[in-house]
């Protein structure tokens, strides 16, 4: 007499599965079994329905189901600032038009709306997870947790005042504070956001190293984004940055260095030793005219590199399927090899190592059982994509966030049949039309 059916939640079973490990492999005829937010199997659809008695059994033929998508590097809120200061390079952007706008803008409920529009849009396009820098980190955790997104926040540090902090201990001590009433929150954390080495001082930094390693946060900062920035810290402080972050004491394991463009052999080496991890941001680098990341010799050294969105002030798009594709193009025009940052590749980029930077590849970014149920499910079967050959090389090269039709985070269904749960897109578009009037606000640099 067969066994009883074991009752679970959720049973999905799309045309294929890349679980991202093992790498490489593309599953047909499978399932995945979730309860409890975590998965619980993955294995043939046959043998699903024999084992399972699922309280919803999703179908989703013609769709690939992967892993939740991880953006390794945004400022969410900056989703209110969206086209607002286009075509100028990094340092115009900040000076003339994005700190002007904050000055004058950035408060509780800005972030708490502007972050709002970005979750769902992130979860539109099958981003499960994002690691943020911006200020007023209690709003953004208010955000996400009424997305249903996993985030992990920043506690941000710069030396100079702004509307949220007066200088770099208020920064830290505000920051720390959010983090310790947010502990418990399962899907909310915190790192350590020091913004870049040109608004850091050093002892600032020897404190960050040490928060770092009494809390076990992450270090998350940009770096090596421009060649001004290089030539400017030879001038005060004798060496290129990531030299003096070494000084100080900030390489290792905890540290995502975000964008790192200009970076030398030595550089991308010294990196790799200290097990450091990288923030790729492709269209960010193209759009502020930053210049192209050495992606293909990261690789080659062994660094762990994820993919990052920055903010849709410097984008204009948070969507990790097209950064994907952006890297792997770049890759392969920047090293002249058709081979590099093949599709397998930068999905793990955009799942895997993602989650192993923010040190949650225990819990997201693969499809193994135990692992959390962050999951997304992409079409693959629109008339004009035919044929498909290969999943992963149609989720990289082909699909589009506008192809994402399902996306649970924890087991809980956030996007159904490409529409928001529990959120109305009208709303979303009330909350972006009450910032974007002309009539109430004077945005700085706009005629």
Known sequence: MPAPAIPIDLLVEPG????????????????LAVDNGRIVALLPAADARRTYSPREHVDLPGQVLMPGLVNLHTHAAMALLRGYADD??????????????????????????GTRLAAWEMLRGGITCFNDMYFFPGAAAEAARDAGIRAMLGVTVLEFPSSYAADAEDYLAKGLAVRDAWRDDPLVSFALAPHAPYTVGDLVFERVATLSAQLDMAIHIHLHETRDEIAESIRQHGVRPLERLHRLGLLGPNLIAVHAVHMNPQEIDLLARHGCNVAHCPTSNMKLASGIAPLTSMLDAGLSVGLGTDGAASNNRLDILREARQAALLAKVASNDAVVAPAHRVLRMATLDGAVALGLGDTIGSLLPGKAADLC???LDDWSGQPCYDPASH?????GREQVSHVWVNGRLR?????????????????????????????????
């Open 395 to 399: 989720a990289v090269h082909v699909a």
């Open 377 to 379: 499910s992409i079409r």
């Open 16 to 31: 294929w599965i890349i679980p991202i490990e093992p790498a490489g492999l593309v599953l047909e005829n499978h399932a």
């Open 88 to 113: 100028l390079p990094l340092m115009r952007w900040l000076n003339e038009r994005i700190w002007p706008a904050e000055r004058k803008f950035v408060s509780p409920d800005f972030v708490r709306d």
């Open 415 to 447: 996007i159904c049949n490409s529409m928001p749960i529990g959120m109305s897109p009208n709303g979303l578009i009330d909350i972006a039309k009450s910032w974007h009037n002309p009539k109430r606000l004077d945005w700085p640099g706009l005629p």
